[in-house]
């Protein structure tokens, strides 16, 4: 599986400030994704990020608040714009990869442990 | 209706039994199903996909019914290492491969 790198790996901010989250992979993969995992519940896709096209958002999340750029086929960033409280969670960005019998296997990168004061 | 329902458990083994739970999904389309494993305060890791045939791998044992639209996981001889939350993971039969996560079950392993 691809060794995946997320960027902080914990922060504290200020309500009403932004956040980027870097992602790096070490193998070129065609499709990225960001999910968020709040407080005690399971996780939930935030959008597909595919190289060289606009994101793709899941309901209840928009680009305005979380703008992501997926400038190469190995980096992708998640901002998480003017947080609130609410923010608070652990962002994980993960790829797919090349199962021997299925598809779609996911791998997870350690995640962004975010909190908003 | 959650398309991923699981027992949220916890479920309580002794060290060296045996410990079953289900996962049931809605969408009949779903063409992939996974066992996540995600211990306190890190990120999934993938522990098995799960094929039709049901599989195995060591101690632990994967099965579908697609005509109950459910999956299983069976861990054997538990270890105390294996006291983890496990995720059911269905694709949505989206051809980009969208997955939908369950709640987790959780699995506390004693001594």
């Known amino acids: 599986s691809a060794v995946i790198s997320q960027k902080p790996s914990r922060d504290i901010c200020q309500r009403g400030t932004s956040l980027t989250i870097q992602c790096q992979v070490d193998?070129?993969?065609?499709?990225m994704f960001w999910y968020r995992q709040q407080p005690g519940q399971s996780l939930t896709l935030i959008a597909t990020a595919n190289q060289g096209s606009e994101a793709t958002y899941e309901s209840g999340f928009v680009i305005d608040k979380f703008p992501i750029s997926r400038p190469n086929l190995t980096f992708s960033t998640l901002t998480v714009s003017n947080m609130s409280p609410e923010d608070s969670s652990i962002y994980l960005c993960?790829?797919?990869?090349?199962?021997?019998?299925?598809?779609?296997?996911?791998?997870f990168g350690p995640g962004t442990r975010l909190t908003v004061l | 209706r959650k398309e991923v329902e699981q027992d949220p458990g916890p479920f309580n083994v002794p060290e060296g039994a045996t410990v079953a739970f289900n996962c049931t999904y809605s969408n009949s389309a779903s063409q992939s199903f996974f066992w996540y494993r995600q211990d306190c305060r890190k990120e999934p890791k993938l522990l098995m996909s799960v094929y039709s045939s049901g599989n195995e791998d060591g101690r632990f044992t994967a099965q579908l019914n697609r005509a109950s639209q459910y999956i299983s996981l069976l861990i054997r001889d538990s270890k105390l290492s294996d006291s983890a939350t496990y995720l059911c993971v269905v694709n949505t039969g989206d051809s980009w491969g969208k997955l939908q996560f369950g709640a987790g079950t959780q699995v506390v392993v004693t001594p």
């Open positions: 193998s070129q993969v065609t499709m």
């Open positions: 993960s790829v797919e990869g090349a199962g021997p019998k299925t598809y779609n296997e996911q791998f």
